[in-house]
């Protein structure tokens, strides 16, 4: 059984019924999304897959200019809210949030404080309650079973940030960990990570070492996040009603490329330092360039934040995202 399994994973993994039957599996998770579903007018099932096509409809129209405030204003100051956030966040988002689509904060973690939360990591590994996905590269949701890692995805000071940003509470949805470079091409976190309305969604990338030109560091491609979000009607990912595309990612990171290069969009690379923070727009174009020298490490850890007030989903994939009860407190 374990062979036939494993000889068409392939396509099981694509098979969208076989989401269905997941989703039911994760009923008490899911629950919460009828309330949104009926807020937002969305005549599905929960436990159905769901993706850009299903909010195409004329009803809703009224919705397409419910996007973060920010998105739409000359200046970052002036909403309440703004006299209660740090000098420091005050400063960053006033240099770049509009233009750039992110904002980098110098030296925001006290770098015994991320010392902490590298032993934390090396403890969690060695207990076996984290480890690799099956990528080999990232440690999903390692924020739930670390104190210090809870801290940083919980931070109040990011936090309240990107609640003014967006004019929505934002909640941390997932956490990665990186322990090397992810040498992933420029993507948009939307087509993993989506909301309806657009826009919800941000994330906040912490420097857990120095991290220089050999460890494959951050690029980023300043003002791209106000580009036309790309969902899976902008490209070709060749999937069916019953199957996902078998190569749609990589149709989509191909689209990337072409749009950049038409776009002549110029990327930037983060050099760090330790305990610095980069915040950044749910759809701001990003990845990490190759790694110059493999004996290095690249200690990282970014935290993806969602509003529980607007319905997510996970557009290539066309998946409801699973939103446990903790992070929407």
């Not at 299903?54 to 397409?64: L, P």
């Not at 941390?172 to 091409?185: A, D, G, K, L, T």
């Not at 996902?244 to 989509?252: D, F, T, V």
């Not at 969602?306 to 407190?329: G, M, N």
């Amino acid at each position: 059984m374990a062979r036939l399994v494993d000889k068409y994973w392939g396509v099981l993994r694509r098979f969208k019924p076989a989401y269905h039957l997941y989703n039911f599996s994760q009923k008490k998770t899911l629950l919460r999304n009828k309330a949104l579903y009926a807020k937002w007018g969305l005549k599905k099932s929960i436990y159905a897959p769901l993706s850009s096509k299903d909010f195409k409809g004329a009803q809703f129209g009224e919705y397409a200019s419910d996007t973060p405030w920010s998105d739409r204003a000359a200046s970052i100051q002036g909403k309440p809210g703004w006299e209660s956030l740090k000098p420091q966040i005050q400063s960053a988002l006033s240099e770049t949030w509009i233009d750039g689509g992110f904002a980098i904060l110098k030296g925001y973690f006290d770098p015994s404080f991320i010392d902490a939360v590298n032993s934390e990591v090396e403890q969690l590994m060695q207990s076996k309650e984290i480890d690799f996905n099956y990528s080999g590269r990232k440690i999903m949701f390692a924020y739930r079973k670390g104190r210090r890692l809870g801290e940083i995805a919980f931070d109040k000071g990011i936090g309240d940030a990107l609640d003014y940003l967006m004019g929505k509470p934002m909640k941390p949805f997932q956490s990665i960990n990186f322990e090397m470079s992810s040498e992933q091409r420029a993507h948009s976190d939307s087509i993993h990570m989506t909301t309806f309305p657009l826009g919800y969604m941000a994330a906040a990338w912490i420097a857990l070492e120095d991290i220089g030109p050999d460890q494959g560091p951050l690029q980023y491609y300043p003002g791209s996040h106000k580009l036309d979000y790309v969902l899976n009607d902008a490209f070709n990912h060749g999937g069916s009603n019953l199957l996902l595309g078998e190569n749609a990612y990589l149709q989509y990171e191909e689209h990337i490329q072409a749009l950049i290069r038409d776009k002549a969009l110029e990327p930037v690379t983060l050099h760090v330092k330790k305990g610095d923070v980069f915040l950044w727009h749910g759809n701001l174009l990003h990845g990490a360039i190759k790694m110059i020298d493999r004996s290095l490490t690249r200690k990282s850890m970014v935290v993806h934040y969602f509003s529980p007030e607007v319905i997510c989903y996970h557009e290539l994939t066309q998946r409801p995202a699973l939103i446990e009860l903790d992070t929407t407190k």
